[in-house]
C-alpha cells in the first residue's frame, strides 16, 4: 500500500464548476498538509498547505484536512480553463524533512 | 517563498554521457532535495543534498550514479553520469526552510533530459 493515494484522473469539468480532488494517506504522523499545481512543463508551484486538521480558503481555492479519516481534499470555486494542470498533494511528518507526494490529478476545465 | 533557479532546463545527450545540473536558491535553506518525474507520474525522491556532507539517497539510487554537490546554503548540483535512454526524465530541485517554516517545498522548474 501507498503512503498516499490520489487518483490520476483525468477529470473533466466545465468552465465554473467546483472540483474536488482529494487524497488518503496511511501514516497518522502526518501533520502538515500541502497541494502542488503543476502546468505542463513546469515545476510544482504551492497552492496551500495546512498544519493538522481543520479547513483553508484562499480565494476560489479550499483545503481541508481530516486526520481522523486521513483524508484531505482540495476544493476549486468556479473553475477556470486556466486551472486546468495536475494537482499533486504532499504531506510530511512534524520534524520530518521528507515531502511524500500523491500520484497527481490531472484537471481539464472546459471552456 | 523561496525562488529556485534551475539549469540547463532542457537538454538532449548522447548515450553514455553525463550531464551536470544546476540549483541555485534566492537564499539560505535549510534542506534541499533532488526528484525525478517521468512523464505523466509523480515525484520519486532521489536524494538529499546534505550541506558540507555526503547526499543521503533513497533506495533504487546510488552515488556513482547520481552524485550530488552541496557547497552553501544556497547551492547543489545533480549529476547524471553515463546516461542511458531510461535517464530520460524530468529532473527537479526542492528546497525546504530558511526564511520560510521549514513545511512547505519549493520546486525549479525543472530539467526535461532526453537521451538518444
Known amino acids: 500500500q501507498k503512503e498516499v493515494e490520489q487518483d490520476p484522473g483525468p477529470l473533466s469539468v466545465p468552465e465554473g464548476a467546483i472540483v474536488s480532488l482529494n487524497c488518503t494517506y496511511s501514516?497518522?504522523?502526518?501533520?502538515?498538509f500541502m497541494w502542488y499545481r503543476q502546468y505542463s512543463r513546469k515545476g510544482p508551484e504551492l497552492l496551500m498547505y495546512?498544519?493538522?486538521?481543520g479547513n483553508k480558503e484562499d480565494g476560489r481555492f479550499t483545503a481541508q484536512v481530516d486526520k481522523s479519516s486521513k483524508y484531505i481534499s482540495l476544493f476549486i470555486r468556479d473553475s477556470q480553463p486556466s486551472d486546468s494542470a495536475t494537482y499533486l498533494c504532499?504531506?510530511?511528518?512534524?520534524?520530518?524533512?521528507?515531502?511524500?507526494f500523491g500520484a497527481g490529478t490531472r484537471l481539464f476545465v472546459k471552456a | 517563498s523561496a525562488v529556485i533557479s534551475q539549469k540547463p532546463s532542457r537538454d538532449i545527450c548522447q548515450r553514455g554521457t553525463s550531464l551536470t545540473i544546476q540549483c541555485q536558491v534566492d537564499?539560505?535553506?535549510?534542506?534541499m532535495f533532488w526528484y525525478r518525474q517521468q512523464p505523466g507520474q509523480s515525484l520519486t525522491l532521489i536524494a538529499t543534498?546534505?550541506?558540507?556532507?555526503?547526499?543521503?539517497?533513497e533506495s533504487g539510487f546510488v552515488i556513482d550514479k547520481f552524485p550530488i554537490s552541496r557547497p552553501n546554503l544556497t547551492f547543489s548540483t545533480l549529476t547524471v553520469s553515463n546516461m542511458s535512454p531510461e535517464d530520460s526524465s524530468i529532473y527537479l530541485c526542492s528546497a525546504t526552510g530558511g526564511r520560510v517554516e521549514n513545511t512547505e517545498a519549493f520546486f525549479g522548474q525543472g530539467t526535461r533530459l532526453t537521451v538518444v
Open positions: 537564499s539560505q535553506v535549510t534542506m
Open positions: 501514516n497518522s504522523a502526518f501533520q502538515y
Open positions: 504532499a504531506m510530511r511528518e512534524t520534524g520530518g524533512f521528507k515531502t511524500i
Open positions: 543534498a546534505n550541506q558540507g556532507s555526503e547526499a543521503t539517497y
Open positions: 495546512t498544519y493538522s486538521s
